[in-house]
């Protein structure tokens, strides 16, 4: 019978024992201890062991050495209990001597770890998130001291982001897409250099993930865009600030208000502001990037920026709203202008709040220049700014439907959300003649197996202003049912517009939606997917088209409302829709070309997304080249 102490010993050394029989499978090396090195991205061929070699080989033999010392330490568990207790302190300082030495092997045989010296003990360390040890490993089922359900520190690399990027990096030079010259990349990276500097921005770092998965080929063909891509990662600016308020019953309370000016090479910020308790700077900052790129890829080229508050609006009063509105834009209308940045509508702002905040710039600011891109304010130019982001994504939808020689009319369609946007899509597919099945909010979500019709869309508009839930709805409508914490991407469907929130369709719905039938999916929401999601949608061939593309119908409205000739004119909806729909077929054009010239075919499922990255990097690539290193 082990005792617990050395029965701990042995699993810790047999963990280390796992660990660099697995690493040496790759024989990858590390050209001295501590060092972070260069990883070099090219054909491969100067370093045929990170080529030709595959991540996962076959069991090696350990050595005679290796053998003996297990053996050795074997031996302990079968010595009687007293002896036992006499002899456990003999495998600790063997243990603690022999693991130093497979550390360092361990290392000298794995490209991504190094050894540095934690609290006089050397360990080894992953170069990706600086942790070591089981701080390093994951354990989803919360067992520590179960060995067969950890995930080794090797394992746990082969699952991270700079790891899939090198994977795919790989990939490409096989592709044959590289440069005259190899290119040098730091073992920091671009997603490495990322997630040093900003290490719990979650959002953040998986928006530049994708983003940098895809411009693979472009990097690859020019090195300089290396150092493009970090200096864009980089914010213009950050403001961060506090914002006081008194309640009704005149208590006082403060939230935490946000604006980042993440990029304005191509011209003024555009971009929304967002009140929800779950606002953070990392949701900010990734919300300012994808804005950013959607811009870049729009008609108009424009800056790009977001906003927001982690303050709550439901269950607040009108005057509670827009006391919070006013303390807001104190702090915020010296960073705003019609040359500077304007922001928009996003989650949990919308009519009544963009009247608040520009009724306060106005004040502040002295003159009526810059009117903010608000719907059905009497200071607005066009008539359908609200509808334009849903209405795109159901023109978009349509564009990706022509080119199969395929219409919407028919096809059953899932909808997440029961926000401006999604209420918009629904509409607009209802005029395509398509089936929209399902709404949801925060608890769950609503499925209506005849679908929706406009008096139907009419009654969930009432429910929602009314603050009740979407429950109420299947209490009129008999064929309709409630799901109470629940998505609706298992029901059978067509094309599929997330419209909520990022990250609301994990590995689980996207292997729901795969199983469903879905064969498009059309980002609402910003960076619905999680990677996971991702990953089973394109090996499912699931064609995904991107928000930055998508839902570029937002941008335009908003352009042509603060357009000179669109003010002195009230365009008819009509006139509206036709100019939406042609911006949405140049934005369409403009990313399939950009994935075309770098060799995505027009068919395949990543084309969309990998395009319109592309498209929208380069332009700003180039501006900031032209503008120099500012």
């Known amino acids: 019978m082990l005792l617990p102490v050395s029965g701990l010993g042995m699993n810790s050394t047999m963990d280390d024992m796992n660990l660099i029989q697995q690493a040496q499978r790759h024989h990858l090396v590390v050209r001295e201890l501590g060092e972070e090195i260069d990883l070099e991205i090219g054909p491969g061929d100067d370093d045929p062991s990170f080529a030709n070699t595959p991540l996962i080989g076959g069991p090696q033999e350990p050595t005679a050495e290796e053998h003996d010392e297990t053996k050795q330490l074997g031996m302990v568990s079968q010595l009687p209990n007293d002896d036992q207790d006499m002899s456990k302190t003999l495998p600790a300082k063997r243990k603690k001597k022999v693991v130093k030495r497979w550390r360092e092997e361990w290392a000298d045989t794995y490209k991504w770890a190094y050894v540095d010296v934690k609290e006089g003990t050397a360990r080894i360390f992953c170069s990706i998130c600086r942790e070591y040890g089981r701080k390093h490993r994951r354990n989803p089922y919360g067992n520590e001291g179960s060995r067969n359900m950890q995930m080794s520190a090797l394992e746990e690399h082969n699952n991270s982001l700079l790891h899939k990027e090198a994977l795919r990096l790989q990939m490409a030079s096989k592709d044959k897409i590289i440069a005259e010259k190899p290119i040098y990349v730091k073992a920091g990276s671009i997603v490495e250099a990322a997630l040093k500097r900003d290490p719990h921005e979650v959002e953040f770092i998986q928006s530049v993930q994708e983003a940098v998965h895809a411009l693979e080929r472009v990097i690859a063909k020019n090195s300089h865009y ?216 925060s608890k769950g979500y609503l499925v209506d197996e005849d679908g929706f019709d406009y008096m139907k869309i009419s009654f969930l508009r009432d429910i929602k202003a009314q603050q009740r839930s979407l429950r109420d709805y299947s209490k009129t409508y008999a064929r309709s049912k409630y799901y109470d914490e629940a998505k609706p991407w298992n029901e059978r469907c067509d094309v599929a517009f997330p419209c909520a929130s990022q990250n609301e369709i994990d590995q689980s719905d996207a292997i729901n939606l795969v199983n469903s039938g879905c064969r498009i999916l059309v980002e609402g929401s910003n960076m619905p997917c999680t990677p996971e999601a991702v990953d089973v949608l394109r090996k499912a061939n699931v064609l995904i088209a991107p928000a930055m593309a998508a839902g570029a119908g937002g941008v335009v409205a908003g352009e042509l409302e603060l357009n000179h000739e669109c003010n002195l004119v009230h365009w008819s909806p009509e006139d509206f829709e036709s100019k939406l729909q042609e911006a949405m077929k140049q934005t369409y054009q403009r990313a399939l070309k950009a994935a075309t010239d770098f060799g995505y075919q027009k068919e395949s499922p990543e084309a969309l997304v990998h395009g319109a990255v592309i498209s929208s990097f380069l332009t700003i690539a180039q501006a900031m080249t032209d503008q120099g290193c500012v």
């Open 226 to 441: 290396v150092n493009i891509m970090e200096r864009l990662l980089e914010p213009e600016r950050m403001i961060v600030f506090r914002v006081p308020w008194v309640d009704d019953r005149g208590e006082n309370h403060v939230n935490r208000g946000f604006r980042v000016q993440f990029n304005q090479a191509l011209g003024p910020c555009r971009g929304g502001i967002r009140f929800h308790p779950s606002v953070n700077l990392s949701i900010v900052k990734f919300l300012g990037f994808e804005q950013t790129l959607k811009n870049a890829l729009s008609p108009y080229k424009l800056g790009g920026a977001a906003g927001g508050s982690d303050f709550d609006p439901k269950g607040k009063s009108d005057n509670e709203i827009m006391r919070f509105c006013q303390s807001f834009m104190n702090e915020l209308y010296r960073y705003l202008g019609p040359d500077k940045d304007l922001p928009s509508e996003e989650m949990g702002v919308g009519t009544r709040e963009m009247g608040y905040l520009f009724g306060q710039y106005r004040r502040l600011a002295g003159h009526f220049q810059g009117s903010f891109t608000g719907p059905r304010i009497f200071w607005s130019g066009s008539s359908l700014r609200t509808e334009a982001t849903g209405y795109g994504l159901v023109f978009f939808a349509q564009l990706i439907l022509s080119d199969m020689n395929k219409e919407l009319k028919g096809l059953r369609c899932v909808v997440s959300g029961s926000g401006k946007i999604a209420m918009h899509v629904l509409e607009k597919l209802i005029a395509y003649g398509a089936l929209p099945i399902s709404v949801s909010d």
